[in-house]
């Protein structure tokens, strides 16, 4: 379970679908939220069925599934069927926050919207994910991840000249869009008086990590643009090429410019009246990034990055995935969860917890990814239905 000073004692219920909403809710449970997967009879969470790995696809156990749903309890509930609202709305009763993702108005349409469920649960906190708010003239477009990060502009700021506009190398978007909900659940909960509405736009989640980028922009008049592998902040600060493969540096301050040059056997370079300050060297940064890499490829990243950090000179050699999870950087730190039996899976796995720690303790949760309404005869038991009960319910398609 997560540390001291967690969500302990709150009942989340997750309606969400793929990766926004099940990662905001990934981050509850193991702050000690009880999250309850509420999914749809005979479909599920559509993330059960994506992922690298087609056979767990099959079995409603995909590997995008089991990423962000360890520590979960998963009843399935047909929510057009007046039994299976019936059996929802006992479980609003019983909750703390409700997280959807749909597109603005299912839920209305359902007759489950907010102010419906606030008429029984009046504490409740309703966070909506979608993926650009609840108005605006976008409020009924589809939104995936990739059409959110072209629309934010995060897109024609990646790459380079000759590469971009590119996509980041992972769900962007998704993620930073369940963090913002996440972040404001937990606001919510400490709020003096409980219950509200939160209205998540992944678009705005990610202009608002953008600062810089859109700061440049509205403040000094600087039009973003794609800068590769280099830090238009400073320079030399960006990626260098070594004898075998790239090595990011980022000297950004002038003492760390004269470690490296002076390191590097380049102290010639400090006399030239081209990057003798801060916006020479950015002016000139191509031609320098050239000067220094004459001798950085004479040498491999790894063995750079550990001579230039010893100087204090920060630098990092571009690794593959594969590589920092099994380094003892991360292997040391507890991130990885391994559950050696996994219900509809068949073998052992390991799954990412959280970024954080509290009190030197990674959060965790202790039980992995449920199939598909593992939790369905518990939960409604818990309800006051009877075994009678929830048996008519499953043969009228009502749950499963």
């Known amino acids: 379970m997560a540390p001291a000073g967690s969500l ?51 079995k409603g156990m995909g590997v995008s599934f089991l990423a962000q749903n360890a ?62 708010g609840q108005t605006g003239p976008w409020v009924k477009r589809p939104a995936y991840d990739q059409i959110i990060q072209g629309a934010s ?21 998704d993620t930073v869009g369940g963090l913002t909900a996440a972040m404001a659940i937990c606001a919510a909960l400490n709020a003096p008086k409980r219950g509200q509405f939160i209205d998540v736009s992944m678009l705005e989640s990610v202009l608002a990590t953008m600062g810089w980028v859109v700061s440049n ?40 410019w004269v470690l490296l040059a002076r390191h590097l056997g380049r102290a010639d370079l400090l006399d030239d009246p081209a990057y003798a300050t801060r916006e020479d060297r950015k002016r000139n940064r191509l031609r320098l990034k050239a000067e220094l890499e004459t001798v950085l490829t004479t040498g491999n990243a790894r063995d750079w990055a550990r001579a230039l950090n010893a100087i204090g000179v920060p630098a990092g050699a571009v690794m593959q995935v594969p590589e920092i999870l099994s380094h003892s950087q991360i292997a040391t730190r507890d991130l990885l969860a391994h559950y050696e039996t996994v219900p509809g899976v068949g073998r052992p796995i ?27 005869d518990s939960l409604l038991s818990e309800l006051g239905y009877s075994a009678d009960d929830i048996a008519a319910m499953k043969e009228q398609g009502a749950a499963q």
């Open 217 to 256: 922009h509205l403040i000094a008049g600087v039009a973003p643009a794609p800068n590769g592998n280099e830090n238009p902040t400073s320079a030399p600060s960006g990626a260098f090429q070594c004898a075998d493969g790239l090595l990011n540096i980022a000297a950004n301050k002038d003492e760390q």
């Open 8 to 58: 302990d004692g709150i009942r989340v219920l997750d309606l969400t679908n793929v990766l926004a909403g099940p990662f905001a809710c990934h981050q509850l449970a193991h702050l000690g939220a009880e999250v309850i997967k509420v999914e749809a009879v005979g479909q599920g969470d559509l993330a059960r069925n994506l992922g690298a790995d087609p056979a767990l696809s099959a």
């Open 71 to 132: 520590g979960k309890r998963s009843i399935a509930l047909n929510l057009k069927h007046p039994d299976g609202i019936a059996a929802f709305l006992k479980l609003v009763a019983t909750a703390d926050v409700l997280v959807e993702n749909f597109r603005p108005g299912v839920m209305t349409r359902l007759g489950l919207g907010y102010e419906t469920l606030r008429k029984t649960r009046p504490q409740l906190i309703y966070c909506a994910i979608s993926g650009y």
């Open 350 to 376: 390991d799954v990412l917890r959280t970024g954080f720690m509290v009190d030197g303790e990674r959060p965790r949760v202790d039980t992995p990814p449920p199939p598909l309404g593992a939790a369905t």
């Open 153 to 173: 502009g995060v897109m024609s700021i990646t790459g380079d000249d000759q590469s971009g506009p590119l996509r980041a190398g992972y769900p962007l978007a």
